[in-house]
């Protein structure tokens, strides 16, 4: 089993800051993928940014430039550093991990971008 444990999300003014980061625990060899998605309420869940084993980062035009992933291999964890928030990206920000092929979340935390 793998078990994701997610912290750092919260109560942010518009234009603030906010880091996120995401350990992955249990039985697994190496981590391909890991990730963000987020989902705003009667929204689809959406991919935000991923980072591969390699480091090669991919993100969602609408956050490129504000938001940066980042990932240790040897903790196998991975973060989000977010700036600039919005209050439409007010949401549940999930943590996403893939290995052999197979697809793992976290249970979520919240983020609410307000004043």
């Known amino acids: 089993q793998v078990q994701l444990v997610e912290s750092g999300g919260g109560l942010v003014q518009p234009g603030g800051s906010l880091r996120l980061s995401c350990a992955a625990s249990?039985?697994?060899?190496?981590?391909?993928?890991m990730g963000w998605y987020r989902q705003a309420p009667g929204k689809l869940r959406e991919p935000v940014p991923q980072?591969?084993?390699?480091?090669?980062?991919y993100y969602a035009d609408s956050v490129k430039g504000r938001f940066t992933i980042s990932r240790e291999n040897a903790k196998n964890t991975v973060y989000l550093q977010m700036t600039s928030l919005k209050p439409n990206e007010t949401a549940v920000y999930y943590c996403n991990i893939t290995f052999s092929g197979m697809n793992n979340w976290g249970q979520g935390t919240q983020i609410t971008v307000s004043s």
């Open positions: 980072i591969t084993s390699g480091g090669t980062t």
């Open positions: 249990g039985s697994f060899f190496s981590i391909d993928v």
